[in-house]
């Protein structure tokens, strides 16, 4: 659907370099208004459909309306979008009036577009004009799509590091949407001591107001304003919007007796996270299906919210999906009839056998996979087997070999086969983290030097397991057509610089009808 571009492509903070041709991140038709601070948090837009896309902004009316605060009177603000750059042929506008009751945030469905159709879009308050975004419709439902093109991204943690990966997806002009698989923000309580970037508010969160600030505060990376001004976001949730390891009734690290009710805590991150983020949702239901025409249908689940508790003796009464998330899935998994069905999946579906290490590297490993000294990892799909099998199954009798697992959680690369009774039956893609701490980071030693052993000791013991690599950090972007599925991995040299270099690193692929894993051409 839209122009390809170099994987040789090298990301620097003032621009990117892109088959031979310079390109900075400012963005074409940008308002003289972009810095205004009543628009002090950017402009986004979300699940784009054949006909609509979600828009998203949030003002500051008054010194005091800061986000969190409650505080400010509510205003009136316009939004249009235009087919092009100077706004002279505006297709669609409407106004919106917003309040304290919602932190000032916008949120509105721009309806009655043109499919696959590129959009230019504004916001407009107390005589203040937003930055200009961009965004792009989906093609419609019955046409045969040639390709898509998605940047995938998943865990970044604002204290460790900078945004760099959010700032190569925004330099690209041949994406049609970014898949975000979860932990967009870390609620953790900051370290000053040690963290790269103070963060706002300086303790854990807990309270509406906490959420909101901290949502606001990712919202001031300039990379992450880039992208969001750049390309449509489909976005999922994992724990970290909430608390580290969360199920339906709590997390280990959250403590009622000094935190209050885990279902109040629960409701202020769902909320905050509804305001500040463009995603279409009923009510508190996030899990959602969108199609790109007769291409691919994009499902994105909801992994945290009606999970039962983990970790545990595996029973065959737990699940990761619920009852009405899971019976919605199979059914769209009997349904589907896209050439390639993706699912956005905040945790690993591949069962993994954790292996037998000396303990320092095993400590480092057990960390990544969210600190259990297990011999699985029973945060992911190999703690809700049940679950998991109903949907292999479901995946098996439809026996197409078209559906690709994209994950996040893990912060590292991962190409899986899928295995159900020693046959695959879906491929998985895992990228790896923004920012968050990998194995060398855990290790404390240079990347590629404490992490080939680990490596190859996952491979051995699980050979399902086509590629691994747990040092990198970076985005992934994922290549759709008829024929084939592929991710492209790119690294970063170094998290904590903005301006840090990000180049191509791998690339695997599944061919249509052969749910296995295989090696890519640069």
Partial sequence: MASSVSRRSVLRAAGVTAAGTAATFTLSGASSGAEAPVFAHGVASGDPMPDSVLLWTRVTPSPEAVPGSGKGTAVDVRWEVAADAGFTRVVARGHLRTGPERDHTVKVTAGGLCASTGYWYRFTSQGKVSQTGRTRTAPPRDEDVESLRFGVVSCANWAVGHFAPYGYLAARDDLDAFIHLGDYLY????????????????????????????????????????????????????????????????????????????????????????????????????????????????????????????????????????????????????????????????????????????????????????????????????????????????????????????????????????????????????CPSVTSDNIDEQLGVPPRTGSLKVEAAIRALNPHVRFVELDSHGPGVLEVTPDAVRMNWYYVADRRDPATAVTFAHAFRAVTGDPRVRPAKR
């Fill in 187 to 430: 609620e953790g309580n900051p370290n000053p001591a040690s963290d790269l970037r103070p963060s706002v508010p300086p303790n854990e969160l807990i309270t509406l107001g906490d959420y909101r600030q901290r949502h606001a505060m990712y919202k001031t990376d300039e990379h992450l304003r880039r992208l969001h001004a750049r390309h449509p976001m489909i976005a999922t949730w994992d724990d970290h919007e909430a608390a580290d390891n969360a199920w339906s009734g709590g997390s280990p690290s959250h403590d009622p007796a000094t935190e209050g009710d885990w279902a109040d805590r629960m409701r202020a991150a769902h909320q905050a996270y509804f305001e500040w983020m463009p995603v279409r949702h009923r009510g508190d239901r996030l899990y959602r299906r969108l199609k790109f025409g007769k291409l691919a249908d994009l499902t994105m689940l909801d992994l945290r919210t009606y999970r039962t508790r983990q970790p545990g003796p595996v029973s065959p009464e737990d699940t990761i999906l619920g009852a009405d998330q899971r019976e919605w899935f199979l059914d769209g998994l009997a349904r589907g009839t896209a050439a390639w069905n993706l699912i956005g999946n905040s945790v690993m579906v591949t069962p993994i056998k954790i292996p037998a290490l000396p303990t320092r590297e095993r400590l480092a490993l057990d960390d990544l996979l969210d600190g259990q000294p297990t011999t699985v990892n029973t945060d992911q799909w190999d703690g809700y087997t049940a679950d998991r099998r109903r949907v292999l199954d479901a995946i098996a009798a439809q026996g197409r070999g078209n559906t690709v697992f994209l994950t996040g959680d893990v912060h590292s690369s991962w190409a899986n086969d899928v295995p159900r009774d020693g046959a695959s039956v879906a491929v998985e893609f895992v």
